[in-house]
């Protein structure tokens, strides 16, 4: 379940990974966060809402485009907002709901060709790291886990 309780942020180093449609992903010094831009009922009330819409002003039953720009405009504003907070350290002050995976959780870790595998005793998640920003991101990753981190061939 997602909780919402402030980050311990101490030194605000933050790297982006590649989120999802529902959710921005990070590393910080806390773990790997995953912070909800947008939850299921948000987006079906948009669709719903703007269905409605269409159908009442314009008899459409499927008005497609417009629906997908009222997606992209909503979870803009909170994305946004989250790599702004990410960027100034301030990403604990943000009331959205997030999981975080925290490093002595993480039994394991895999870099390879840009993707992040992490093994908890829950679960296995993979996670995306952009290039831009792969080599920090690694070396934040090998200073927090140490030897349960392995790096596999970085020509990706």
């Known amino acids: 379940?997602?909780?919402?309780?402030?980050?311990?942020?101490?030194?605000?180093?933050?790297?982006?990974?590649?989120?999802?449609?529902?959710?921005?992903?990070?590393?910080?010094?806390?773990?790997?966060?995953?912070?909800?831009?947008?939850?299921a009922v948000a987006f079906w009330s948009i669709v719903i809402a703007a269905e409605a819409i269409l159908f009442v002003l314009f008899r459409l039953l499927i008005g497609f485009i417009p629906i997908v720009i009222l997606l992209w405009a909503y979870t803009r504003g909170t994305r946004s907002g989250v790599k702004r907070a990410a960027a100034s350290g301030t990403l604990g002050q943000l009331a959205r709901p997030r999981t975080v995976i925290k490093w002595d959780e993480i039994a394991s870790a895999k870099v390879k060709k840009g993707s992040l595998e992490v093994v908890t005793s829950r679960r296995k998640q993979k996670f995306v790291i952009p290039k831009a920003s792969r080599d920090n991101a690694v070396s934040f990753l090998s200073g927090k886990l140490g030897p349960k981190l392995t790096v596999a061939n970085q020509n990706a």
Do not use: H
């Open 1 to 39: 379940m997602a909780e919402t309780t402030p980050l311990a942020m101490s030194s605000g180093i933050t790297y982006m990974l590649n989120g999802t449609f529902f959710w921005e992903r990070l590393i910080s010094d806390e773990g790997i966060v995953s912070i909800r831009v947008l939850s």
